[in-house]
């Protein structure tokens, strides 16, 4: 089962780091492969939306105000639902209510060496 906590200052600069590759990536790519030839560009950048997305997807959750439940989207849903930053407008599976959900980060906790 997963855990879910509130993302912290390393998991925003996480994400940053990972999202400023990605940029500068696709930039430089722009920059020197494009002018010859131009059609790689497009299939590079669905798979990096798609990477990005699918990333998400698996390092983040939501908890239901309402009932409770915490639960994850999968990358489609996660792709098309609306957000603003830190919270995502997703529907619940338990209790069907739709509202903007705080995006919380996964991790799984250590086990303790005996």
Known sequence: MAVFREPGKTDWTETLLLLSFWVLFLGAFALTVVPRYPLL???????????????????SGY?????GATF????????????????????????????????????????LRR
């Open 41 to 59: 560009f497009i299939p590079l950048a669905i798979v990096a939306v798609l990477g990005l997305v699918t990333w998400h997807s698996r390092t």
């Open 63 to 67: 908890q239901c105000e309402r009932c």
């Open 72 to 111: 994850q989207l999968s990358a489609f849903a996660d792709f098309i639902s609306p957000n603003g930053g830190d919270r995502k407008y997703v529907k619940c599976p338990a209790c069907k209510k739709r509202e903007w959900r705080q995006v919380l980060k996964r991790y799984k906790p250590r086990r």
